[in-house]
């Protein structure tokens, strides 16, 4: 259930999924197109580091019932692309493979929870574009994000 960042970058860096339920950057997916829109309207930056607390019942009954996406900018950050690399190949394990520029990755986001659960049948992530226009048809069974 890992999922590894590497390719043209300065740090390959290993994902995780399963702990974003407890990062606070986390967006439910109903409302992850939407509120990222008002947050840019309101020239908003979305930048907030995850914060390690203690989380409430009712908070924990909510995340075992609803689907979550989390930005992928920060990751991709965090990896230092180089200054030549301009897309990603999301490496999936059903072998067909695709490509999106580094700026729409930067700027997507990644399903990692659906309905409370992990994405066993065909994640371990899904990606959807900044402006969800490809939420009926995510990127499904990414295993690795290779930037080229």
Same mark, same amino acid.
């Given at each position: 259930?890992?999922?590894?960042?590497?390719?043209?970058?300065? %740090?390959? @860096?290993? #994902?995780?999924?399963?702990?974003?339920?407890?990062?606070?950057?986390?967006?439910?997916? *109903?409302?992850? &197109? =939407?509120?990222?829109?008002?947050?840019?309207?309101?020239?908003?930056?979305?930048?907030?580091?995850?914060?390690?607390?203690?989380?409430?019942?009712?908070?924990?009954?909510?995340?075992?019932?609803?689907? %979550?996406? @989390?930005? #992928?900018?920060?990751?991709?950050?965090?990896?230092?692309?180089?200054?030549?690399?301009? *897309?990603?190949? &999301? =490496?999936?394990?059903?072998?067909?493979?695709?490509?999106?520029?580094?700026?729409?990755?930067?700027?997507?986001?990644?399903?990692?929870?659906?309905?409370?659960?992990?994405?066993?049948?065909?994640?371990?992530?899904?990606?959807?574009?900044?402006?969800?226009?490809?939420?009926?048809?995510?990127?499904?069974?990414?295993? *690795?994000?290779?930037?080229?």
């Amino acid at each position: 259930m890992i999922v590894m960042i590497k390719g043209n970058v300065g %740090y390959p @860096i290993t #994902l995780d999924p399963t702990v974003w339920i407890f990062d606070d950057r986390k967006i439910e997916l *109903e409302n992850a &197109f =939407i509120e990222r829109e008002e947050k840019e309207s309101n020239d908003f930056i979305f930048q907030k580091p995850p914060v390690n607390r203690s989380i409430s019942k009712m908070e924990g009954e909510e995340y075992l019932k609803n689907s %979550y996406v @989390i930005p #992928l900018h920060d990751f991709l950050n965090n990896s230092e692309p180089k200054a030549d690399a301009t *897309e990603v190949e &999301f =490496i999936k394990s059903d072998g067909n493979n695709e490509k999106v520029t580094l700026e729409d990755a930067k700027n997507g986001y990644l399903l990692f929870s659906l309905e409370g659960k992990p994405l066993r049948e065909d994640g371990p992530v899904h990606f959807y574009f900044k402006d969800g226009s490809n939420q009926s048809n995510p990127i499904k069974r990414i295993k *690795e994000i290779y930037v080229h």
